[in-house]
């Protein structure tokens, strides 16, 4: 597939999960005796890190139980920062970060999803929030000027581009001097089986387009990052399994905590 086919693959599959298709990786291509009962997005939610108060505080329609961990917990924002979130989605992330960041700070949400945009600008407004907003661009070419945000933060989005090195460095490139990244995203352990590998359901649903830690290192490090830092969480079996029960992805691919800084000079 070429790059365009995998966005335009992409872009279909949550465009449909917005308009509330399952967030589930099951689908006609993978056999139906394999789909149990999918856990709700609150679970998968609770299972990734977040809290009660976490799901208060994002409002109804947010939290899709799209995520693989929680980059709140390692972004350690301060009020009056600027965020930018990469692939934000129903706005989960975005309003939490609002929460860190408070009154004085201000968080940009990305999506390339028209259905996601929509949805995460409704829930702005039923949520009242004025220091939030979302706009319609690549993560590869971020549509927010050089230097902009303290922190950078995503949710098992980077797997789904076609060029991970150009995510990369385009975060580099909208972060301030000293500003950091944290990241929770997949990562492969071991190559997929061929049969695995070939199916566009585990494409969009964050296994077969995952990157190494080795190769996430070294184009965090070609970009110009320091103080690099990517953890494969064991514990995160269980929550993989549920993407395409049956399958054993959960061999193959790990949740992992990206953290990386750009220097001050």
Not at 19 to 44: E, F, K, N, Q
Not at 63 to 76: E, R, S
Not at 139 to 165: F, Q, R, Y
Not at 174 to 203: F, H, Q, Y
Request: one cysteine or more; a negative charge.
């Amino acid at each position: 597939m070429t790059p365009d086919q995998i966005r335009d693959l992409v872009r279909s599959r949550y465009g449909a999960i917005a308009a509330g298709a399952s967030s589930s990786c099951c689908s006609p291509a993978v056999p139906s005796s394999c789909c149990g009962p999918a856990p709700d997005a609150d679970t998968l939610a609770k299972r990734m890190g977040y809290d009660e108060s976490d799901l208060a505080a994002a409002g109804d329609g947010a939290n899709l139980g799209l995520g693989c961990g929680n980059p709140q917990a390692i972004a350690a924002m301060r009020p009056g920062e600027v965020v930018v979130d990469l692939g934000s989605g129903a706005g989960f992330d975005a309003f939490l970060a609002v929460r860190q960041v408070g009154e004085s700070g201000r968080v940009i949400g990305v999506d390339m999803t028209h259905e996601m945009l929509a949805k995460a600008r409704a829930n702005a407004a039923k949520l009242g929030l004025a220091n939030v907003e979302f706009r319609l661009g690549e993560i590869e070419h971020l549509p927010i000027a050089d230097n902009t945000a303290d922190v950078v933060i995503s949710n098992c989005v980077i797997n789904l581009s076609p060029d991970k090195p150009a995510v990369l460095n385009d975060a580099f490139r909208v972060l301030k001097p000293g500003g950091r990244v944290a990241i929770s995203d997949v990562v492969m352990l071991r190559p997929l089986p061929p049969e695995l590998a070939a199916m566009k359901e585990l494409l969009t649903g964050c296994a077969a387009g995952a990157a190494t830690v080795a190769e996430l290192s070294n184009w965090l490090e070609q970009a110009g990052f320091t103080d690099i830092r990517i953890e494969p969480k064991p514990e995160s079996r269980e929550l993989i399994a549920n993407w395409a029960p049956g399958l054993g992805i959960e061999d193959y691919v790990a949740s992992a905590t990206i953290e990386a800084r750009r220097p001050l000079v």
